[in-house]
Every structure is written in C-alpha cells, then in structure tokens.
C-alpha cells in the first residue's frame, strides 16, 4: 500500500470545540492559553495547594526542588550532586507553565485555570529570582522570559567514539 | 452409579493458601496420574501462571508509588519475549483505566484537516506487527558511580520485548494531511501525568506506529491501553501510552519530559537533549547477581543483546573480566531493535570470574566498558549523566559460587 | 497536609463488578487525566488485561469437560504470538497440577545408562527457543461435510503460536546414550490420562526438545507445566504435555492415541497411521464468522498461515470464492513452523463476496479446496478421516455485510 | 556445542525400582507385566468399575462404545457413521492393557492391579467375540491375539497430490 496515496477517509473532523481545551505551548510563545495572573495570587495558591509536597521555601520535599541550584551543573566529583530546578536547570518559561496546568497539583490534575497557572508560573520564577519584577505574568510576555539555562543543551553527536578499554581491567 | 472424584491433595484450599500474583490456587494431588485434574475452563477461558512460578515486577522505591517504575525480572527470562505480565512499566501518574469504547485519538496543528478518531477507527486502518523491545534511557541509572542493586532485574530490569501490533503513525499523518513546514509531533498521552513528548517527523513517517497490540491481545493497561506509541530504537519515555493526541508544529515543544528530565548532563555543565536512540547492550541475564552455582561443573551462561540502531550482530562473553572474549551462539530470529537471546557454554573450575558479555550491532558500535562511558559523559554527581548507561556489566563468581554486582573495567 | 486523592468514578467497585477472566475491575474514572490512575505494584507484580477485553477460550462440548478441548479466539488475535493465557488445549484427564520440585524426568529402555532428572537438571543444559504454532490435527473436524461452527474460533481454534524454550532432546538422549537398534521413543504425560505417543527417534534427534518456557516464563499449566515436547510440525497430540518418561524401543509402542484416536479412516476401510506432518493451511481470521462488516469500504483482510514443513511461501487471497487469486502481504519475520500473519487490502462494493485465502509452502505445496481433499480422503461419515482438515476456508459477506461460515468449492 | 560429543553428568542413573511400576508393553508383547485374568472376573469388575460410563453392553455412555462396528469401516457415505471400537478398530490387543492399566477407570485411573487389567482386557475382548473360549489371559497370550483390524492400518503417504480445483466453484 503506498501509504501516500490513499485516504481512508476514517475518523470524524475534530472542530475547534474539540479542540479547545488541549493545552500545549511553543518554547517561543504560541500556543499559550489567553489569561495572566500575578505573584501575589501565586503565592496564595502555591501556599495552598502545592507547599505541602514542594516545601515552604519551595525546596522539595514528596514533590521535586523547585529552586535553587545555579552555578551546581558545572561538576565531574561523582560525589557531588548537581542540583537541577526549574530555576538553574530548564530552559524555557513555557515548559512550567505547560507542566503545571497538565499534572498538578499532583492528586487534582488539569484542575487549576489557566490564570492561576500564569499566577504559579510566576511566583516560582519569582522566587527563582527569574523574575525580578511584580508585573503580570501573561500569554504575551511568558515566553519572553530568559531562563538561566536557556543555553544549557547541546545536540545528541553519538555514537561516541570511544578510547580503547583499559587493557588492565580491574575491580572498582 | 458414577464413580465419585477421588482428589488425593497435600494442601487442601483455605484462606490462607492464596496464590502468588498471576497464579490461581490449585490442590496438589500427591500423583496428578491418579485422580483428574482441573477441568478445561474452570478458569473461566483465560489461563494463568502456575501457583509454583513467583518471579513478579519490582518497584523501584521512590517517593509516590503513582510516580515510579517496575522492573522485569530478566533473571527467569527464557527466549526474546518478556510475557505481559511482567513487562517493565514507568508510569508517572499511576496506570490509566480507560473504556476503549469512548476514547478518542484527535489529530491537528499543522494539518489539512484536525481528525478526531475512535479506537474503531484506529483498528480499521492497515495494520503492521513488529518485535520490539521498549528500554527506558534510566534503565541502570544507579549503577554510574558504584555497583548498587543486586540482581539483574535491578540493574537492567527497565528493558522488554514485546510482539506490536498497530497502524504505521504514516498512514495517521497522510489522513489528516502533513502541512509544510511541519518538523515536530507533539504526542500526549490520557493518564493523569498527561505525559507529553515531541517526536521528529522523519522519524514518524519512517517507522512509528500506534500500537493496540501486544503478544497477540489488547495492549496491558500498564502498557497503554487502549494506544501507545512505537518508536522503534528511542528511549522508552517517547514510547507515549493511553495516546490520545498528536499535534504537528515546525519545532519541538520542549515539554517537561525533554527537558528537566531525559536529558544527560555532563560535567561541563552542558546537557544533551533529545538523546533519543537506545545504543547497543548486552548483559548476562544467567548466571547474574544473587545467584548461587551449586559448584564446578557446566553452565550455560545466557543473557540479550539489544540496539535501537539495527540487529545485533555478535555478542562476546568473557569469564575473566574482559581479557579474553569468545563468541556466543545468537538464537534466531536476529531481529531488528529487538532483544537477541545469546548462549555461552561455560565450564566453571571453581575459582573466581568475572563474567561479562559485549555486543557489536549491526552498525559496528561496540558496547563500551564503564570506563570507556565515564571517560566520554564524565560523572557530574552519584548518577553522573542519568540516563543511556549501556557498558558491559560484570558479575563476579566468588569460590563459593556466589555471583555479585560488580564494577570491573 | 497533603491533597486527598480524588477518585471520579462511573462504576464503584462492588461484588457484582466482576472482571471478565483475565482481568482485574478497577474503577473507570470519567476522566483519567483528572485523577491518579492505579499505583504501580498494586497488581502484585504481575499484571492482567484490561477489564475491556473479554476474548476467551471456548471449551467445546464434550461430554466430560476433563477430556475436552478449548479453543483460541483467533479473530480477536493480531501478530502471530498467541496470548499465553488463550493457546489452544488439549487435554484427556483435566489439567494436572505438579510441583517442579518434586518432578521428575525418567529416561530409559534401550538406553546405555538410564536416568532420571530433577527440573533443575533439565534446566541445566543448553537450550534452544523456537517460536513454533502447535496445531491439534483435529482442527476443524466438524467443518468435513458441512459448515458447522460459526466462528473461527470454532472452526480453526485448535492452533496456536508460542516462543517456546528448552533443552534439546537430541542432547537429553546423548546423556543416557541410545543403543543401536532403538527406533522410537514412548513419550509419557504425567496427567491423569498418562497420555502416551511414540515418536520416531530420527525425529527426536533431528529437532524435538523439551520446553519448560513459554513467551519468557514457565510453560503454563494447562500447556505442560512445568515440561512437554515440541515435535516440530508434528500433530499437536505428539507434544506430550507434563512430560515424565521417555522409554526407546526398537518398533512404537502402538498406544490408544496413535491407534484408537489420531488415524484417518478412508472410504476403503483403511487407516492412515503415524500422519504426523501438519500440512500448510491457512484461514482468515478477520473478517471471519459472525462478523458483520459495518457498510462499503476498506477492509484489512487478515489472517494466518502455516506448514509443519516449514515456512511459508506465499499467501493468495481471493474474494470471488476462488475465481481469482491476488496476492496478500506476508509479516516478516517468516519462520518455519510457525503462524505468519498476513494482510491484504480490500474495498468492499457491498456486493456478496465469498472470502478465501490459500498459502503455499515452502515445499511448493499448495493448500487445496475441500473438494480437492475430499477427492483424496472420501468422507466415511459426517466427519469423515476427521483429522488433518487443512483446505480452504470460505467465508460469505451478504449485502448487509453479515459474515458466516460456508462451503465454497 | 556439538550434542554427540558432550556428556553433562546431570541427573542421576535410574535404578530398576525407579522404574518398576511403568508400565508401556510394546504390541508383541514385550513389557507386559507378569500376571493373568479371567474373563468372569473382568466381568464382575467391568460390572462394577466400568459399566456406569461404558454401558452394561459396552454400548457406550460417557466413556466410549467399546464392542461392535465391525463391517462398519467400509463406508463412503457422509450420511453414515464408521463405528470405531475395540472390537471394529484397535489393531493390537497389548493397547487394551495399556490403555487400561494407565488411564481408566476414569476417575481413579492406575488403581486397578495388573491381574484386574488383564481380566478387564479379556472381558471386553470375549464381548467383542475376540476371544472365544474362557482360557485366562496373561502376560504371554494376550499379544498374540489377532485384532479383527490388525491390517486396517496404512503407512503416510502425504503430501498428497490434488487434481486441479473445480473451475466453477459454487456453494456446496
Ligand atoms: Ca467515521
Ligand atoms: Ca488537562
Ligand atoms: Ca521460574
Ligand atoms: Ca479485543
Ligand atoms: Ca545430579
Ligand atoms: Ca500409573
Ligand atoms: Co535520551
Ligand atoms: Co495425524
């Protein structure tokens, strides 16, 4: 079957209203639901509905370290662990917004509207010192947001070519 | 009159002889020739394990158990095939229970026209089957800086092999019709993580499916039921389950799961993304940690080898820590991005060894020792990179017979 | 404190929310991307299918169900694996129940030294895995002269395909050493039927073995548990299941199986004996019987093909009843001995059409209509030489799309 | 590996108790067990153990019909059924023993002595007007029998070679 040519013509058109409440941004922005929230209005909630797994001071706890970190990733001491937040480690503001409004509050997911998510997103960038304002964080300006390891990825180059293996094996 | 059936049994049922999970109880007559056995459809027309067989899944403890992961127990693997029931499982918001009867695939973005489609729908297109093994990339990930877990189900338990059967994600993508400019696929899954990844389209088009098949039956719930994504050779995590939407756009979404996880973070403080393909690995499944040899004698030494690139094209053994190699024998069928079975005879003298196995793929990659992995990716921390460990594994034989997790490189 | 789970459901559990067989009821929330879905490990380890599957075996009517027979759900089946839990059986005495570690394997007769072998023994040697069908010769015996049942299920539910694993026998008959002179092998169960083939030893040596793993776990009980044999291609009586003797002999054994039962009485008053080779055959398994076909459009024809002589060559399909043949795709990997699933590409006009399909194997041997076998086999009766009934199938579509059973020739 | 060349030493030797109560006689006779019956005395146990599921006539019930059908086997009408028995069907007389000694009665198969076997055998066998005097059957006569259908056997000779297909396929 030549997979291009032919249309089975299974399946219904999907209308705007189906697709209305599917949630998914573009690093750059688009996508974002319309709507904005404050930090204030984000404190209040995260207070309410998320400290209990990520911490008062937003340090972790049932749920991941949320901030916190930067300056850890640079590291080769195995013994040492790098400490990886949404504050030192993920590269685009997009991500927490989209994140936040799919899976949590862990137990509720997909419950919270879509100005109290930018309300989130903001108070935790704010607290991540990302945000160093008290404007609205809304559909237009999110994407704006430099995280501080916007540059921190680099493409996948394997295979790796590796060194000969120690021609002196021994126990570790 | 009809004689009666005479049950001669050494446990007689009760409460408390339960069977282990995926067993029925069944009396055990001291002679089964003497006295009828069970009969055909007590079991109401779908079979189970013997209460005698235990080997189950082992969760990973982490902090919630609706966010956590399962391990095969490839240490009681026989052939390719990892049985349903204990294929390895990561689940990031418990298992969805889902009607198939009401769910929906919806298709749109940067399409001619959005689709929406029932699982009906899904099942009537032209289908494929392919054996594949999924691999999660955090499959080992304790093992970086010191040997940690004991058995081989710890170690490489995040890796399975199943029979797929689905409709190719092509065929999905020319009913809805590719716009230009299209490069990415979002694909969303319809569990309570509502787990996002963005999978290239090239790769799409070429060989992934949407799989309602597994082993000849429904895909497992813990699986993905009724829908999950095949994306032959990529990290498990891609392999997106209970799909229920696929959006195109012309660049990655940089979702979550491509982003604070998933990606291997090198001591330069960069981090590669999007390291999708699972590279060549073999490991010896038998003899394999916490095992005991019941003294000298032959041994069968077996294991799988496995690469997202292509076939398995040869697979070592070495019983000296990797001095010396010798090949083993590969069970046909070699089949591409699918566990191979391989088999060693091995005469064990009694003193110590180091067993490990290497695998060549069909590309010419070579497995790496640990030492050769940790001089590229560095150990930024306990975990190092995380995720892609696929160096050889060792076990030690101690005098004893007692074979153990061991780093030797 | 820590957020409650919510759990929104449509049906609450309860006693009478039974699971079908197989599966495990939870509750089906209205939206699973709402709520936590089920914790990881709370399935014991081992998993089950989705409540919404409800294929099972069915047990045909006999008139004890502890000799009697159930059949696979072919036309819910894809792949060519067949779910462990639905493979086909056979049994004469109910479905024995035995302890692996108290079994044992007694091998003897014209023997250099005899021998008897504890499950860790057997398990000891080399093994080999084989994904091989196993076919009851008695596959469809009430289809000879009429058609009867109306399902595939019904009329070619006696086949199944396994990964199976185990040791050789050739290697179990070096260990003992076989004298000069022996030529056949009693093969003995350990059920209650104490069933009993005699197996040609050049057979045995060439590439029979005994299995104790089946799709990557312990065979299971109603397929031998913990040991049968597989006799490649051979009629699904010879793998004798619980397997606990081999005795050589010079000459068979002559047993009730392969005397009374499992020969093929011709119009001429004489028996075919020891008609062991499974010829080709195949059938589609969707459409197929009591299906109806929901209006005009594409169909994926599908089904399944295989020869106990080896592997499949090619697979036509014709939807005039036999008038014109096309070819349909084959799913590699093409095995010997084994299902090979194939596909063909059908637009239905809504007209009636009478479905066939028709394979050839690798020995160029074509599977033939009834009425080509019937020419060959009479009919002494209604089920004539009852067994080895491998032609063609026919299923009729009407103009209401209704699917049924019919011969066509 | 090659199978011929490799002893593993696994297992352990059988002894003969090991394998003294199998019992698999070959169809001259060879591994009958030691022992004798009567046909009064297979009748009286056949009254008793058999006749519930075999039929007070060995007509059949639950288990199969055992006597008679002999003439039967001749057939090519669809509309008439070959009656298979002991009697009609079974080639060798040592199955009968075997058959019996291992799997019947059914719901305590292997309970029955040698010396009830060989008298069950001898019953069925004088109903069957296979042996016609009340001599008791042992270990070294029963093989000897002649089953009526000791030549109604043919070797394999597939695969078969068809003639062509009907060229007018129509519904049969
Ligand atoms: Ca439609
Ligand atoms: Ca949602
Ligand atoms: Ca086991
Ligand atoms: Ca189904
Ligand atoms: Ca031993
Ligand atoms: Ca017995
Ligand atoms: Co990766
Ligand atoms: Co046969």
């Known amino acids: ?172 | 009159g009809v004689a009666g059936m005479a049950l001669a049994q050494t446990t007689p049922p009760s409460p408390e002889n339960k069977a282990p999970a995926g067993a029925v109880w069944r009396p055990v007559p001291e002679d089964a020739t003497k006295t009828q056995g069970v009969a055909i459809g007590e079991d109401g027309g779908y079979g189970t394990r013997s209460q005698f067989e235990t080997e189950v899944r082992w969760r990973f403890t982490t902090k919630t158990p609706f966010s956590s992961w399962s391990m095969t127990p490839l240490e009681h693997g026989v052939g390719i095939i990892t049985p349903s029931g204990l294929h390895f499982e990561r689940d990031h918001g418990g298992i969805a229970t889902i009607d198939p009867a009401t769910h929906k695939l919806f298709v749109h973005g940067m399409v001619k026209q959005p689709k929406k489609f029932s699982m009906s729908d899904v099942k009537r297109f032209p289908s494929i089957s392919r054996i594949h093994f999924i691999e999660c990339s955090g499959n080992g990930l304790t093992e970086w800086s010191k040997p940690t877990l004991k058995t081989v189900q710890g170690t490489h338990g995040l890796v399975s092999t199943s029979e797929w059967t689905g409709v190719p994600l092509s065929i999905i993508l020319n009913e809805v019709g590719v716009r230009t400019g299209a490069k990415w696929l979002l694909v969303e899954g319809g569990d309570a993580s509502v787990m996002t990844r963005s999978i290239p389209l090239e790769k799409a088009m070429k060989d992934c499916f949407l799989a309602y098949g597994q082993n000849g039956e429904a895909i497992r719930p813990e699986q993905g039921y009724p829908l999950r994504l095949i994306v032959p050779g990529y990290e498990g995590n891609t392999h997106i389950k209970w799909v229920r939407r696929i959006e195109l756009a012309d660049m990655p979404f940089m979702t979550r799961e491509e982003t604070s996880k998933y990606t291997d973070l090198l001591p330069n403080g960069k981090a590669v993304q999007f390291s999708m393909i699972m590279e060549a690995k073999s490991v010896i499944t038998r003899p394999s940690g916490e095992m005991v040899l019941p003294g000298r004698g032959f041994y069968e030494i077996t294991g799988m080898a496995w690469s997202g690139r292509g076939r398995i094209k040869r697979v070592d053994v070495s019983t000296d820590g990797g001095r010396t190699w010798k090949p083993a024998q590969l069970q046909d069928p070699i089949l591409p991005v699918c566990q191979t079975r391989f088999r060693y005879p091995w005469v064990w003298n009694g003193k110590e060894a180091i067993l490990q196995s290497r695998c060549v793929d069909e590309t010419g990659y070579v497995q790496p020792t640990l030492g050769q992995l940790i001089d590229i990716r560095g150990l930024n921390g306990p975990i190092g990179s995380v995720y892609h460990l696929n160096a050889i594994q060792s076990w030690k034989v101690d005098t004893e017979g007692r074979v153990s997790n061991v780093h030797y490189y």
């Open chain 1, 1 to 172: 079957i030549s997979a291009d040519a032919i249309h089975y013509n299974f399946g219904e058109p999907a209308s705007a209203n189906d697709l209305k409440d599917f949630v998914s941004p573009l690093p750059d922005g688009r996508g974002l639901p319309a709507g904005s929230g404050t930090i204030a209005h984000g404190k209040q909630i995260y207070e309410e509905k998320c400290a209990s797994c990520h911490g008062q001071k937003l340090e972790g706890g049932l749920g991941d370290r949320l901030i916190g970190g930067r300056g850890t990733l640079v590291n080769d001491d195995p013994k040492k662990a790098p400490i990886k937040t949404v504050e030192s480690y993920w590269p685009y503001a997009t991500t927490l917004f989209d994140y936040i409004k799919r899976a949590m509050p862990f137990y509720s997911p997909g419950s919270l509207t879509n100005d109290e998510v930018y309300s989130l997103a903001g108070y935790i960038l704010s607290q991540g010192n990302i945000i160093k304002n008290n404007d609205p964080i809304t559909s237009e300006n999110l994407a704006k947001i430099l995280m501080p390891n916007r540059d921190g990825f680099i493409p996948d180059h394997r295979p790796e070519h590796f060194k000969p293996a120690d021609k002196n094996p021994q126990l570790r």
